[in-house]
């Protein structure tokens, strides 16, 4: 069974910053609980935040 981890959403989020969570968790396959866990991961290690709101923000990307 194929894991997708952190830094296959973070992959995705740099072709497509604008993406829901429901998308993302389209694109990768995975439910929107596995998507918000991955995207926390990615917020607490610094890797990502948010800008703007829920809505109409986007995911910035902090790593190179």
Avoid: C, P
Avoid at 16 to 38: C, F, G, H, W
Avoid at 45 to 58: F, L, T
């Amino acid at each position: 069974k194929k894991r997708y981890s952190s830094s296959n959403s973070l992959s995705f989020l740099r072709q497509n910053r604008y993406a829901s969570m429901a998308e993302i968790a389209l694109a990768l396959r995975k439910s929107k609980s596995t998507v918000s866990r991955l995207i926390a991961e990615l917020k607490a290690n610094g890797k990502i935040e948010r800008v703007g709101s829920d809505k109409d923000g986007y995911y910035a990307l902090l790593e190179y």
